[in-house]
């Protein structure tokens, strides 16, 4: 990232998990892993985290995954919360297949509020991966269930920031909700789709208003370090820029990079079917 590299590596290092097998770019197995392949090798390769692939589609990731190319983890999409012992099975048979060449370090599954209780929670949080989210709607009963996930730990919630209609995109008072709550519960946080840019921006082409994946993480750092409320933190997530010189400002005042480490802390990752979009901003804007 040209000049800023250094400062902003560790922000942005493996902030994204490749979802190419989805919407929109929607690829088939085999062009989906030849793409993760080709940006393993490419400048933006520190950007790119994980392969995100349902646990349907093992089998298909089995029976496609070079044999010489270098181990890979994947972040698995499970079928429920009902069905995650089924899940668990697949999964254990397709690492024993894999010999190494591939491990599940994520797990991920859909779930309503209603579903969020405590016998479901601890079925869940001892899985044996490094993170478990579980995909919330966008609705207020989902901030009291968050507050249930928080007591357990490994465990995470995942929100759907984008789809290919508008009413896959959360408002911005929405995703404020959300960050203050995983804020002062220190749980943390994925979110997929709509997530392509730095910005916020209007995507006519929907039309919805999509989210910027740097207000969010400005959001996320001023909600600790600001202390700002839901309005003002939704004021963030609006901006068309944040850029200021060599980081991200406010009001008039930079944001500490180590604020911006902190966020990371809550903002595990973001899914995209793509990683040349980001880069190609963020060489845009660094």
Known sequence: MSAMRAWWAPILSGLFDYAGLFPPAAHPMEDAIAEYIRLRRAPSADLMSRFVCPVGWLVDFRDRWPKQEEPVLLAVLGTSLEGVQQDLRLIDLFEEQMEGRAGVETYEVKAQ??????????RI????????????????????AMAAIADYEGLGVKGRTGGLEPSAFPSADDLASWIQECVNLDLPMKLTAGLHHPWAHRNDSIPADEHGFLNILAALALASEADLNRRELAEVLKAETLADGAGLAWNGEKIHPDALLEARAILHSIGSCSIDEPWHDLQQLL
């Open 113 to 122: 509020p209603a579903d969020v209780t405590a016998d479901s929670l601890r």
């Open 125 to 144: 949080q001892n899985i044996g991966y490094e993170m478990a989210y579980l995909e919330l709607p966008w609705v207020p009963e989902s901030l009291e």
